[in-house]
């Protein structure tokens, strides 16, 4: 998986709702079915916070697990992904004579 | 210590203050299959030290300063082992080659360095800081006119000239270590370049190393090539290609900036 499919994958994943980093890499794997490997996941956690489009949201000092959220830029950041991603697939599937759901 | 702790201890400090927990849990979780990818990523942060947590994007900035440095300074150390290997850069072309591409290191590493704040204060917190840190390698370095004159140095021999060698080589290591201490402890004091500009001098900087690695390995092709200069031109392209890769990093810093 490219770096920058892991850092989609992880905007994905906290679409919904501040997460940890196990949480995203379970919601990964229901996406995917396949988790990332630490390495992956905290190396693009770290991509995207450095990037501005994830924040911690604080107040988990004492925790093991630092919770973190979209930014609005990083929902601005994943929209115009998602929707580029989605006319590549309504096009390509067009293409292979599949109906776009 | 466990050994998912050991495995994350690779990762930068400034990275394990705060994924620490989570990385260890991650990998002690995922059991012996996380290993290279934990080692994968302890790699990609060292490389990519613009990424660590910061409190701002000028310790960021400073940070991928000091790899830079870090980088061209190594490439120095081993540009002045050149003449050991046999490589002549003494006349013609390979002199030539040789200077421009000394210029467009120094040039290279000058543009991307970050300025002095030109205050009173902090000037005078700047050199504080520099003699805090460069009078360990200026005090070693003193010491070396005084070995120069001493007759055993004058013709040395066996122990005596291995010994002489080590404590050369010691103090340049030592000087070129405090200089990144010193970048890496300026932020206050400092204007950090703008990122074209630190991708400009970062890429000028790779390209004058690439071209010393090209005048090692061009030397393999004469009689006298040697293992020395093939090892030193990989070396060097291996900097200039780390320089590159940073250079690289600035422009994307520049897009975020």
Known sequence: ?101 | MSTAARLVRLYPAPVREVWANELEDATAAAGLRAWPSIVAGAADMWLHPQLWPADAAVQRRIRLTVLVVTAGLAGWLVVLRLGEPGVDVSHGSSRLVFLGSGLAVAVGLVSSAPRARLEVHTVLGLLRLAARRLTLPVGLAATLPLLARSQAAAHPTGLFAMVLAAYLWTVLVVFCLQVCRVVAGCREYVVTPSPRRQAFGTGLAALGLGGVAFLCLAHLASDQATSGALVEGLLLMALAGLLAHLASACVGDSAHA
């Open chain 1, 1 to 101: 998986m490219q770096a920058n499919d892991s850092q989609t994958l992880v905007l994905c994943a906290l679409a919904d709702r501040p997460l940890h980093g196990y949480a995203v890499n379970s919601a990964i794997e229901e996406l995917t079915g396949r988790r990332l490997g630490p390495g992956s996941l905290y190396g693009a956690l770290a991509r995207l916070e450095a990037k501005g489009l994830v924040e911690p949201t604080g107040g988990d000092e004492l925790e093991r697990q630092r919770t973190v959220r979209l930014t609005s830029a990083g929902r601005e950041v994943l929209a115009a992904e998602l929707s580029t991603m989605a006319r590549v697939s309504q096009s390509g599937l067009r293409s292979l004579g599949i109906k776009p759901a």
